[in-house]
């Protein structure tokens, strides 16, 4: 069964198809956002926010969010350990 997690604003995405959270702020992510605005894979769900956060997932589609990628990590993962980048997991 898939697991569904919150990215703000009511919007949800299916926790098996991401591959990374990433902060906008760094060029290539910049690059990649434009490139996949582009060919039509950005879905926006900021509702006109700032982006703060993006989100790739396994299809290629990017998914940005007005949610910090430390928000969206600890959602994804509540045990994570910021400190460490590691879950309490073994």
Do not use: W, Y
Not at 54 to 80: G, M, W, Y
């Amino acid at each position: 069964m898939a697991r569904l997690m919150n990215i703000g604003f009511g919007n949800v995405v299916n926790t098996a198809k991401i591959v990374a959270v990433v902060s906008p702020e760094a060029a290539p992510v910049k690059r990649m956002v434009q490139n996949a605005k582009q060919t039509g894979k950005v879905i926006d769900a900021t509702q006109g926010r700032r982006t703060k956060s993006v989100i790739v997932t396994e299809e290629d589609h990017i998914i940005l969010s007005a949610l910090q990628p430390d928000t969206l990590v600890k959602r994804f993962h509540p045990n994570f350990d910021e400190g460490k980048g590691e879950t309490d997991e073994i």
